[in-house]
């Protein structure tokens, strides 16, 4: 168990324990949002079909979120662990048994952040509840926890050990001769010979997006058409990560051009360029968090559209349907707003562990005359220069299939058919999500650029 101490490692455990407690936590809260409906308006057909079509996208989120953080933290840390391994194949061992000790390192890693994570999750429920009751005068609720939502734990402990498993097997391709002074990180150049894997990312996205069309469409008479917009979705954003080599630079060139020409700024940006691969690691989490609350936010009030203009003249109808939207909006934005934890740990913990990596480069940019101050100004803009380019990309994302969830759940509009609006950007969560993205960076920055200041040239050189 000596490799828990690994920097990383405890990050990872609590991206794990994050993962596992949001997918628990969102789907207890959703089965409590179906108790107090049928509570308060008793077991109605509409109603019942909207929360059981709810139920079951949270449930695709929690586990897509807890996926997608939990396997680029460990990815990246294996990336970082190549010249260990090398030595070890170099003195005796197999490949086969490096993989297999990395694989155990990422159950370990899953199966204890997972546990931390349900027990977490499981207090939040039983407490949430209670003052809940208290607060809302609602009927007291004897299973706030149920089987089936420890899902999330299974799946967050086999997506690590995955993770781990496909994260080494570039690792244990390389001969020790080469690994020996090797780059862990790969270029432009090395990234643009997958071919495969990025047409293979073309076609599920084109896929996604006719999905996601059919999902509309079918919503304009049925808001059962969200159930194919969802997995729409998760194609068309599933496309995104696997391409997000190529997707990301183009946003990274377009921002860096507000940093200015000073030396730090230029070199923060071609930093960020330079290798895309650990660029996109360190943004897709923000881009998942970014999304998911602007995807919420607008959804919410775009339904909240649909369902007035449904409603016509019904003043009294419309007035009780806002306000049930109103809550419920407030309880899910609560919830995903979790999400942005979860990438500000990943973030934390991505570019804590890509200065250690590149503490060779940062040695001999002291040794060439960067001071310690330009030296941490080049790592905070690198984060200032991830985060905004990922916030820009998760507004935009947010934007849209927020208003594909709504029209997909609420174009048919209560006895109404063929409702279409326009997306309502509800601006208020928009500016908080960006304050907090702008709040991330600095706390992500903080523990990075105190590392790379420390980092003595004449250490850093030896190293190598």
């Known amino acids: 168990m000596t490799f828990l101490r690994e920097r990383g490692m405890g990050a990872s455990i609590l991206v794990a324990a994050l993962s596992s407690a949001f997918g628990i936590t969102l789907l207890a809260v959703t089965a409590y ?3 107090l409906s049928t509570s308060a308006f008793g077991d109605s057909g509409d109603m019942s079909i909207i929360l059981l079509v709810v139920s079951t996208v949270f449930i695709g989120i929690a586990l897509y979120v807890g996926a997608i953080v939990t396997s680029n933290t460990f990815a990246t840390i294996v990336a970082g662990r190549t010249r260990q391994i090398a030595l070890m194949r170099l003195i005796g061992s197999t490949a086969s048994a490096e993989r297999r000790r990395v694989a155990t390192q990422g159950l370990v890693v899953g199966a204890i952040g997972s546990a931390a994570g349900a027990i977490l999750a499981t207090a939040i429920a039983f407490g949430g ?8 005068g609602a009927p007291p609720y004897e299973d706030p926890v149920a089987a089936w939502m420890f899902v999330p734990v299974i799946v967050v402990i086999l997506t690590t050990w995955l993770a781990a498993w496909t994260g080494s097997r570039r690792v244990l391709t390389v001969t020790p001769s080469e690994a020996l002074g090797g780059s862990v990180a790969r270029s432009r150049e090395e990234l643009a010979r997958g071919r495969g894997k990025f047409a293979a990312a073309i076609i599920m996205g084109l896929l996604g997006i006719l999905l996601l069309i059919g999902g509309v469409v079918i919503g304009l008479v049925s808001p059962l058409g969200l159930l194919v917009a969802f997995p729409g ?4 954003f599933t496309a995104i990560v696997m391409a997000a080599p190529l997707i990301m630079p183009p946003v990274l060139r377009l921002v860096g051009r507000m940093f200015g020409g000073s030396t730090t700024a230029r070199m923060a940006a071609t930093n960020a360029l330079r290798y895309p691969e650990r660029s996109s690691r360190m943004a897709i989490g923000v881009v998942v ?3 998911l609350v602007v995807m919420f936010g607008v959804a919410s009030q775009t339904f909240v559209n649909v369902t007035l203009t ?3 003249e019904d003043a009294a109808a419309a007035t009780g349907i806002q306000e049930l939207l109103d809550i419920l909006s407030r309880i899910m934005m609560a919830l995903v707003g979790f999400s942005a934890v979860i990438a500000g740990v990943g973030l934390v913990n991505l570019l804590t562990i890509g200065v250690v990596q590149r503490r060779t480069e940062l040695g001999l940019l002291r040794a060439l005359g960067l001071t310690t101050g330009q030296i941490r100004r080049m790592v905070m803009l690198e984060a200032l220069h991830i985060t905004l380019a990922s916030t820009l990309l998760g507004l935009v994302l947010g934007v849209a299939y927020g208003w594909a969830g709504a029209q997909s759940l609420g174009g048919s509009g ?4 063929g409702l279409i609006v326009a997306p309502a950007v509800p601006w208020e969560p ?8 702008a709040l991330l960076t ?20 030896a190293a190598e």
């Open 430 to 437: 928009v500016v908080v999500i960006v304050g907090a993205m």
């Open 233 to 236: 979705g998760l194609l068309s």
């Open 414 to 417: 209560y006895g109404y058919r």
């Open 289 to 291: 968090g970014v999304t």
């Open 33 to 35: 949002i179906g108790f």
């Open 442 to 461: 600095l706390i992500a920055s903080v523990a990075p650029t105190r590392l790379a200041t420390r980092i003595s040239p004449v250490e850093a050189l």
């Open 310 to 312: 449904g409603t016509g």
């Open 129 to 136: 509840s209670a003052v809940a009751g208290r607060l809302l």
